[in-house]
T-cell receptor
Framework: TQLLEQSPQFLSIQEGENLTVYCNSS?????LQWYRQEPGEGPVLLVTVVTGGEVKKLKRLTFQFGDARKDSSLHITAAQPGDTGLYLCAGRGAQKLVFGQGTRLTINP | EPEVTQTPSHQVTQMGQEVILRCVPI?????FYWYRQILGQKVEFLVS????????KSEIFDDQFSVERPDGSNFTLKIRSTKLEDSAMYFCASTVDQGANEKLFFGSGTQLSVL
């Protein structure tokens, strides 16, 4: 069974600080995606990383796929209150996505 | 931007009753999915559907569950005899193409409460 563990589960920081969220597995995935989920809504795709060692940037968000394609990280620079939300990583299995349990991020003004 | 539409947004039912959750995927998409999320827990895969048949299903998707694409637009999840533990947010998702670079679009979900 493929499992993804995210850490930390909860993170509360001040506006302007930097943060990193981690997504780890013992399994290799063909790709890894990061989603953001708002209360009462479905997950919305932020980025897909495919190649081991790949780094993608989305404004202040930097996503990295581990060399062995088993882990990933999301780094946010100068966090803003608008970044508050639930961040999910998901690994691509054969016919489905396997989700981590999420990191609930709160950015305090 | 096109979106996946789910109805109803909330469904309350009595244990043992049948429920049908409805989804309208994005029109040119070919792969369809149901996921669920129990409150406070991770999003879990239920079933994938392609070319009018199930591609893969999880252990959760037992004989009480079924999916159907009755026409060219709707994709339904039926729970034949609901249990208390079926209470969850159910998400429909679709994508035009599978693979490492697929982009999955999720609906806003149906919150199912079994009493």
């Amino acid at each position: 069974t493929q499992l993804l563990e995210q850490s930390p589960q909860f993170l509360s920081i001040q506006e302007g600080e930097n943060l990193t969220v981690y997504c780890n597995s013992s399994s290799v995935f063909s790709s890894l995606q990061w989603y953001r989920q708002e209360p009462g809504e479905g997950p919305v795709l932020l980025v897909t990383v495919v190649t081991g060692g790949e780094v993608k940037k989305l404004k202040r968000l930097t996503f990295q796929f581990g060399d062995a394609r088993k882990d990933s990280s999301l780094h946010i620079t100068a966090a803003q209150p608008g970044d508050t939300g639930l961040y999910l990583c998901a690994g691509r299995g054969a016919q489905k996505l396997v989700f981590g349990q999420g990191t609930r991020l709160t950015i305090n003004p | 931007e096109p979106e996946v539409t789910q109805t109803p947004s909330h469904q309350v039912t009595q244990m043992g009753q049948e429920v049908i959750l409805r989804c309208v995927p994005i029109s040119n998409h070919l792969y369809f999915y149901w996921y669920r999320q129990i409150l406070g827990q991770k999003v879990e895969f239920l079933v994938s559907f392609y070319n009018n048949e199930i591609s893969e299903k999880s252990e959760i998707f037992d004989d009480q569950f079924s999916v159907e694409r009755p026409d060219g637009s709707n994709f339904t999840l039926k729970i034949r005899s609901t249990k208390l533990e079926d209470s969850a947010m159910y998400f429909c998702a679709s994508t035009v193409d599978q693979g490492a670079n697929e982009k999955l679009f999720f609906g806003s979900g149906t919150q199912l409460s079994v009493l």
